[in-house]
Structure formats: structure tokens, C-alpha cells
T-cell receptor, first 108, second 114 residues
Framework: DAKTTQPTSMDCAEGRAANLPCNHSTISGNEYVYWYRQIHSQGPQYIIHGLKNNETNEMASLIITEDRKSSTLILPHATLRDTAVYYCIVSMRGDMRFGAGTRLTVKP | GAVVSQHPSRVICKSGTSVKIECRSLDFQATTMFWYRQFPKKSLMLMATSNEGSKATYEQGVEKDKFLINHASLTLSTLTVTSAHPEDSSFYIC??????????FGQGTRLTVV
């Protein structure tokens, strides 16, 4: 499975958009890009996933570059409850292999 | 999203005893479930892939005789930590998939071995 690279940490002001980048330059053609987040001492929460096209749901938007080597998760209006570790994962079989993720801190 | 439930959420056991953790998909059938463990301030580590009706596939370095996995039905997988020791204390998490592998995770089980 391809690996991903994410910044270790990011800050965001409450009410502003949070843009979390992810590099996955070795992604293969049938691998999806998934985003999960984990709040302390809880199981990971599914956010969104995509293959080629940009995706949007009630939680976030996922922008995947045309070459699929990178993506950005966008939380349009971050709240304090969005403070968590965000994981970008590429997989085609459902076996999510987690990297270190990005610790997003939303500040008042 | 789909609901995956783990039980118990917390368990304390004595060294040398065995502990069973259940993972259930409540509103969908999961032919494949996955088990993870997580140490404090660390990321999740995949331990094994559990396939309904067949033997689990373990990741390199995970002792299959220590961590027994059973996936007897399409909605239930169990992880048994056998002869537990303090170093087995950890946060254990399962996931189950549906559709295009929208894997959903349980709330986790915190195991403390004393």
C-alpha cells in the first residue's frame, strides 16, 4: 500500500476554513484516498473518501489533484470540536494503515 | 455512517488471564473486519484482518497465538488476548467495512493488565 505524508500539526482559527494537505505520490490507480479523524481516547471517525473526483459531504470536502499524488481535506467552518488528529490513508482493500497524522488545533 | 460497536469499552484483568473483546457491525454485514492496537500518543497499528468463516491474517510481528481472532458470523468478530501481561495493556480498536470500503471503527477497548 502507498504511504502518505502529512504535516505534524496545524492551527486554525475558529470559524475559518481548515485546509489539511496530504501527499501520496506513490498511490496506485485503484487505491482510494480516505480521511479519518481521532479525538482523544475514541475510535477513528470516518470523514470522507474519494478516488479521482473531488468529493463533498456534510462534514468536509476532499480535493484530489489531477495526478492523484496529493489531496487536501477542507473543513469549511472549523469549530473547537474539530480539534483532533486527522489521518490521510490510501487503500483499496479496507485495511487502513495509519501514519502519524496531523494534529489540528482549532483556537478561539 | 454505519455503526460498529465494541464491548467492553474498558477492562482490567490480572496477569495470566485471558480477555475477550467483541466487535459487532450493528446495521450491516461485514465479511471483513480489522483489529488495531494503539499505544499512548502513538498511531493505530493494524494487527490482523479477520475474514468471516476463515482464519485471520496477521501482520508481521503479531503473535497469532497471543491474539486469537474469531469471525464466526457476518456481524461479529472477537479478539482474545491470551495469558495477558502488563505489556499487552493498550487501546484495541476494530473496524468493519462496507461498500467501497468505507471502514467504520468501533469506539475502542482500553485493556489494562495488572
Amino acid at each position: 500500500d502507498a504511504k502518505t505524508t502529512q504535516p505534524t500539526s496545524m492551527d486554525c482559527a475558529e470559524g475559518r476554513a481548515a485546509n489539511l494537505p496530504c501527499n501520496h505520490s506513490t498511490i496506485s490507480g485503484n487505491e482510494y484516498v480516505y480521511w479519518y479523524r481521532q479525538i482523544h481516547s475514541q475510535g477513528p471517525q470516518y470523514i470522507i473518501h474519494g478516488l479521482k473526483n473531488n468529493e463533498t459531504n456534510e462534514m468536509a470536502s476532499l480535493i484530489i489533484t489531477e495526478d492523484r499524488k496529493s489531496s487536501t481535506l477542507i473543513l469549511p467552518h472549523a469549530t473547537l470540536r474539530d480539534t483532533a488528529v486527522y489521518y490521510c490513508i490510501v487503500s483499496m482493500r479496507g485495511d487502513m494503515r495509519f501514519g502519524a497524522g496531523t494534529r489540528l488545533t482549532v483556537k478561539p | 455512517g454505519a455503526v460498529v460497536s465494541q464491548h467492553p469499552s474498558r477492562v482490567i484483568c490480572k496477569s495470566g488471564t485471558s480477555v475477550k473483546i467483541e466487535c459487532r457491525s450493528l446495521d450491516f454485514q461485514a465479511t471483513t473486519m480489522f483489529w488495531y492496537r494503539q499505544f499512548p500518543k502513538k498511531s493505530l497499528m493494524l494487527m490482523a484482518t479477520s475474514n468471516e468463516g476463515s482464519k485471520a491474517t496477521y501482520e508481521q510481528g503479531v503473535e497469532k497465538d497471543k491474539f486469537l481472532i474469531n469471525h464466526a458470523s457476518l456481524t461479529l468478530s472477537t479478539l482474545t488476548v491470551t495469558s495477558a501481561h502488563p505489556e499487552d495493556s493498550s487501546f484495541y480498536i476494530c473496524s468493519a467495512g462496507q461498500g467501497t470500503f468505507e471502514a467504520f471503527f468501533g469506539q475502542g477497548t482500553r485493556l489494562t493488565v495488572v
